[in-house]
């Protein structure tokens, strides 16, 4: 049973565009939750982070929306860049004592030039 | 600081051989985590640690073993390799609660054959 839904393995768009990536949770106790930028043959990076107690952080380019009763979380990188090309997961944590995450299966975004 | 690393960067192991995956961590974390990551999947949790001398089973932890015995360091066992097995590993570490970021190391590619 999947708790982190990812369901578009793959988006493409253009550089200087935006790009949204979608994820979907179904275990209500979650509330706290991460972007993590893959490269190929590389460890995941922390990329922006959000609790449940706001529905919108903003680091640069990277904004991530929080909408806790549809239990769904996007990630908008504005504008894209061809550096951006990556896999993106989507993770979630129960700050009420959990220390793990649960990861999404990760969308696969490609910004061309 | 180095951050996370892993060693070794790949491995091929027959049917039934054992081996240790390192994972050395110089950011004074608490918390260490190894995942595995199967293609198209994400990464799932296969045993965490919140301090020296403490583990606990993630989600899919059978076929592997691990310890804790510095904070530095959390090696995974994996005795009697299987098919099922060969995946790409990754460590992490985070302070923990309330910072949930994880941080990962680079990864080890595994092939049992």
Redesign the interface.
């Known amino acids: 049973d999947q708790q ?1 839904k990812q369901n578009s ?1 793959s988006l493409s768009v253009q550089e200087g565009r935006i790009s949204i990536l979608n994820c979907d949770y179904t275990n209500s106790m979650f509330d ?1 939750f ?1 972007w ?1 930028k893959k490269y190929p ?6 990329l922006i ?1 959000i609790s449940s107690i706001k529905d919108k952080n903003e680091d640069g380019r990277f904004t991530v929306f929080l909408n806790k009763s549809a239990k769904h979380l996007s990630l908008h990188i504005v504008p894209s860049q061809p550096g951006d090309s990556a896999v993106y ?1 989507c993770a979630a ?1 129960d ?1 009420g004592g959990s ?3 649960v ?4 969308t696969k975004l490609t910004v061309n030039p | 600081n180095a951050g ?1 690393t892993q060693t070794p960067k790949f491995r091929i192991l027959k049917i039934g051989q054992s081996m240790t995956l390192q994972c050395a961590q110089d950011m004074n974390h608490n ?1 260490m ?1 190894w ?1 595995r990551q199967d293609p ?6 296969i045993y ?1 640690s ?1 301090g020296a001398g403490i583990t606990d089973k ?1 989600e899919v932890p059978n076929g592997y073993n691990v310890s804790r015995s510095t904070t530095e360091d959390f090696p995974l066992r994996l005795e009697l390799a299987a098919p099922s097995q060969t995946s790409v590993y ?1 460590c ?1 570490s ?1 302070y ?3 910072r ?8 080890t590619r595994l092939t049992v054959t």
Do not use: H, I, N
């Not at chain 1, 990861?103 to 990760?106: A, E, I, Y």
């Not at chain 2, 198209?40 to 949790?45: F, H, I, Q, S």
């Open positions: 982190v393995p706290y991460l993590y043959a590389e460890g995941p990076t922390f982070s997961f944590s700050q220390e793990k995450l990861f999404g299966k990760g | 996370v918390y985590y995942y198209g999947m994400g990464l799932k949790l965490y919140v993630g990754f992490a985070s923990g609660p309330p949930y970021e994880q941080y990962f190391g680079p990864g």
